[in-house]
């Protein structure tokens, strides 16, 4: 869903704006009074030679306003451009709300999505990195441009790893300063003997002096993070987690610092310590965190498999002897040696050589695939038995490898549309708890039994520290993060997130026929021709004019005539009417070859060939005619074997509820008899190229939700239109460029696996968003004190702590549960 429509801030007062098209001093002059005549505008100065245009403004300006001043000036706006950020220093969801509100407000941009898990922001818009970073800033928080050309991957494990050890050092910090705090006086309240050893030894005054001190070293070392975030936060009117635990320590520290030094201010009967729910709930909070932290690690492991892939060094032959090398000094056209067992270190063609290699970590596949000279080496797979020789043919961000890591990023990094509620709510959170918890402290002031200050004190506290918006903040993006993941070690590429959401729900899925459920390796099967003519006469005259064609069946038609040793004419023009046929001259004669539909708009008359047809067609194979001067010469059958996993693939998705449609460009009756093979629910046959878009349109009409498969060229608007585009991975980078789904085997099986995938990941955030609403719903009022009338149950500010911490970690545990998912096939 878009952003609204940003404008420029009161407190922002220019703007730089590229603008393109600009040859003279005229054209600067035209577009400086077209954007001064922009509401809000103070002045606008534009440079020719740098083609900016420096606005500064006297009111709020729409972006959106200049964009289109500057066009009808006759002049463009350079199209929006990415910019991902890492951002340090988000806790919760709030956190996320906050720094999403920060970009939106910087002018230009048009799209931002920020990801507490991955602890990422996606910019989409003319703004610069400089701006977005400042507004990051702004809001409370750190940020700095994600640097492709680096291994970006492996700083956030470095900077990850250095957060978890410094909590790990805060959380034992805590604890061992905790322990004797919560012995002290948690065991007097529990146990008669403790309270009495306190009193014949140090006695009372005496251990809250220690608890003092105890505590004040746990708040100002372990604790200084909460407060050093939290109240920052809460002066800028923007609370966040951190906020709450930062106000609910302090306030039971400062009143128990009040009821040590100066009792005499507190009315009678209230003069109590709390010291020990001080530090409890800030060591509780810390092993959350930590544990938090451990669990966000495992979430990115799939990424961190795919990155460890990567080979650091190459051997490269130069001067007749192989070098080792840095990977990264592998250039396009060098020619690398790979020996049995290692890894290719870039994408490449064999040139020597033969053997197998594992590709599983990019197909899902397990079974070593044969290479020879010609065939292509994709880097990060591994060699099994034989040594090889490969030409580099893409390196470094080029390769296949850092693609599928880069798609897989930012699937990990996008927002579903379920995520939507959760950002609504969580921004205005931690405000609404806040205000929960003073009327908390107000009602049980007022209506409160005695002592009415210190229980108010208390609930009011226990409210602030269990409400956790860590849990909503972290329930859809770990779950997406593991899900893509997962997918991704299975060869299924989600290069969208949304797209997880929408296969889910697609009812019904179309597959294109050739090279999708086929091979896409039609071979010539029957060449039947009239009575008079000459059987290798025709196959050669055929084959000539299909010799200049690329489809897949004009290829089969040409080997079998290479296969029968025919030599085949040349030819004095060519023309392919797609979807149709093609046709050529040939020393004076026509040469017309295509499908019926082809032979019927010549007005070439194939009733000769009518049994034949119905045979072929029954057969499931797709029948052609060849037509010499006008007329019928040869029916030609041509079948394409269908692929071994298309069966299973189609009664996966039967199981799975979803209804399966073919749609073919062969005529009914052989596509039909293929869907009988097969099984499929519905067959649309006879369909041109430009056709698909339409039938996917009426499927969508009738059955709702729809996904298509395809992997050619004319699929690319087929998978644009449906609500999920399934690329075949071997297809071309056209259709893969057009899809939200790539299959990297090219094995069917992969579509269904992505449906359940696509299942599994959205119950599991459903699961985690359930958990996370309903722990909210559910503890607040406790924690206010809302069995006590009945119950008499208070909940202590120590057990909220230890609940809030639980809720993020169970969130956690149960996105990590689809690292174990398995497919159905």
């Not at 251990?207 to 105890?214: G, N, P």
């Not at 840095?326 to 020597?352: F, I, S, T, Y």
């Not at 409210?463 to 329930?475: D, E, K, S, T």
């Not at 290829?555 to 149709?580: K, M, N, Q």
Request: net charge negative; aromatic share 6%; glycine share 8%.
């Amino acid at each position: 869903m878009n952003a609204p429509v940003p404008t420029a801030p009161s407190e922002r007062k220019t703007l730089s704006l590229s603008i393109e098209g600009m040859t003279c001093a005229s054209c600067v002059g035209r577009v400086e009074k077209s954007l001064r005549a922009v509401t809000g505008v103070e002045n606008a100065s534009v440079n020719l030679a740098t083609e900016r245009a420096d606005i500064s403004f006297s009111a709020p300006a729409n972006y959106t306003a200049l964009v289109d001043a500057v066009q009808k000036a006759g002049f463009d706006v350079p199209q929006r451009r990415s910019v991902e950020l890492a951002i340090v220093g988000m806790t919760c969801a709030s956190c996320v709300g906050r720094v999403e509100n920060a970009l939106f407000k910087v002018p230009g941009v048009e799209k931002a999505a920020v990801n507490l898990a991955t602890e990422r922001a996606f910019v989409q818009g003319a703004a610069g990195p400089e701006a977005l970073i400042a507004a990051v800033e702004k809001a409370g928080f750190d940020a700095r441009v994600i640097d492709r050309s680096r291994d970006e991957e492996e700083h956030r494990a470095e900077r990850k790893d250095a957060e978890a050890s410094s909590l790990r050092r805060d959380f034992a910090i805590a604890a061992a300063l905790t322990l004797p705090l919560f012995i002290i006086e948690m065991g007097s309240h529990t146990f008669a003997f403790v309270h009495d050893l306190v009193m014949r030894t140090i006695g009372m005054q005496a251990s809250w002096y220690l608890q003092f001190a105890l505590t004040t070293i746990v708040l100002l070392l372990p604790g200084r993070r909460f407060y050093a975030k939290g109240l920052p936060a809460l002066a800028r009117l923007a609370p966040d987690m951190n906020s709450l635990v930062a106000v609910g320590t302090l306030a039971a520290y400062l009143y128990s610092l009040v009821a040590t030094f100066f009792p005499s201010l507190l009315p009678a009967g209230t003069v109590n310590v709390y010291y020990e729910a001080a530090a409890v709930i800030v060591t509780l909070v810390l092993l959350g965190r930590l544990l938090e932290a451990r669990a966000k690690g495992r979430t990115s492991q799939a990424i961190r498999r795919l990155i460890n892939l990567r080979p650091r060094t190459a051997r490269v032959v130069r001067n007749g002897q192989p070098v080792e090398i840095d990977v990264a000094d592998v250039v396009p056209g060098d020619v690398l040696d790979l020996r049995p067992g290692e890894q290719v270190a870039v994408d490449g063609e064999v040139v020597e050589g033969a053997s197998f290699i594992d590709e599983s970590m990019i197909s899902g596949e397990p079974v070593p695939v044969e290479k020879q000279p010609g065939s292509p080496v994709t880097g990060g797979t591994v060699n099994q038995t034989g040594a090889l020789t490969f030409r580099a043919t893409a390196v470094g961000s080029d390769t296949v490898l850092a693609q599928i890591i880069r798609l897989v990023e930012e699937a990990q990094g996008s927002k579903l549309p379920i995520q939507g509620l959760v950002d609504k709510v969580t921004l205005w959170f931690v405000p609404a708890v806040m205000a929960a918890a003073l009327l908390t402290f107000v009602i049980w002031l007022v209506f409160g039994p005695e002592p009415a200050l210190t229980l108010a004190l208390v609930n009011a506290v226990a409210v602030l520290i269990i409400a956790c918006p860590c849990a909503m903040g972290l329930a859809t993006p770990t779950s997406i993060m593991v899900g893509t993941g997962r997918a991704a070690e299975m060869g299924v590429l989600f290069r969208k997130g949304e797209a997880l959401q929408r296969l889910k729900d697609a009812t019904i899925i179309a597959f294109d026929k050739t090279g999708t459920l086929t091979e896409g390796k039609p071979r010539l099967t029957d060449l039947v021709i009239t009575d008079g003519d000459d059987r290798s006469s025709v196959l050669a005259l055929v084959a000539a004019v299909e010799k200049r064609s690329e489809h897949p069946i004009a290829r089969a038609i040409v080997d079998a005539a290479e296969a029968e040793g025919l030599r085949v004419p040349a030819i004095s023009s060519f023309e392919s009417l797609t979807g149709y046929g093609v046709h050529a001259m040939i020393d004076g004669q026509r040469i017309d070859v295509g499908a019926d539909r082809y032979m019927e708009k010549l007005g070439v008359d194939v009733s000769s060939f009518m049994r034949e047809a119905q045979r072929l067609g029954e057969e499931g194979k797709s029948p052609l005619y060849a037509a010499i001067d006008g007329k019928a010469a040869a029916i030609i059958a041509v079948a394409d074997r269908i692929k071994e996993t298309t069966q299973a693939a189609i009664d996966a998705l039967h199981r799975a509820g979803v209804k399966v449609a073919m749609i073919s460009g062969d005529n009914r009756r052989t596509a039909e008899a293929i869907a009988k093979t097969l099984g499929i629910d519905e067959v649309i046959a006879e369909v041109l190229p430009a056709g698909k878009v339409e039938m996917l349109r009426q499927l969508r009409s009738q059955h709702g939700a729809i996904a298509f498969v395809g992997d050619g060229i004319n699929d690319a608007p087929a998978l644009a239109e449906a609500d999920v585009g399934i690329a075949v991975g071997t297809g071309t980078d056209v259709a893969i460029e057009a899809a939200d789904v790539v299959l990297m085997s090219g094995q069917l099986t992969g579509v269904s696996r992505a449906v359940e995938i696509s299942k599994a990941t959205i119950a599991n955030i459903r699961q985690n968003l359930f958990w996370a609403f309903a722990y909210n719903v559910a503890l607040i009022p406790v924690a206010a004190g809302a069995l006590y009338p009945s119950a008499g149950i208070l909940l202590s500010p120590a057990l909220a702590a230890g609940a809030m911490a639980l809720s993020s970690v169970f969130v956690l545990g149960n996105a990590l549960r689809l690292r174990a998912f398995k497919p159905g096939v």
